[in-house]
């Protein structure tokens, strides 16, 4: 099943992008998550991991596959499933499109 939602946010992208890119943070806002936790050392990048862990479901390993400062993020979990989250100004605002291949 392919989820897709947008969003459409009145605030600068630097603040939405902020909030965006502080994934540790993601379960103080979204239901979806209980919690993230990145592996290494800061910035995010390709090939850094976070241990997220979905509400009934284990802890698993996510790996961001592709990254755009300020645009676009992708993670996928151990099965390649991807989390596509992307982000861009349009007429309205600022756009976040989350789409889950895996929700």
Not at 39 to 66: C, F
């Amino acid at each position: 099943m392919q989820v897709t939602d947008t969003i459409h946010i009145d605030m600068s992208r630097e603040l939405v992008w902020a909030v965006i890119e502080d994934i540790e943070r993601w379960p103080e806002w979204t239901p979806t998550m209980t919690s993230v936790r990145l592996v290494g050392e800061p910035p995010l990048r390709v090939g850094r991991v976070a241990r997220i862990k979905l509400p009934m479901q284990s802890e698993a390993e996510w790996v961001i596959t592709d990254f755009v400062r300020g645009s676009r993020f992708v993670l996928a979990d151990s099965a390649q499933r991807p989390a596509d989250d992307r982000y861009a100004p349009d007429l309205a605002g600022r756009r976040w499109h989350p789409e889950c291949a895996s929700c």
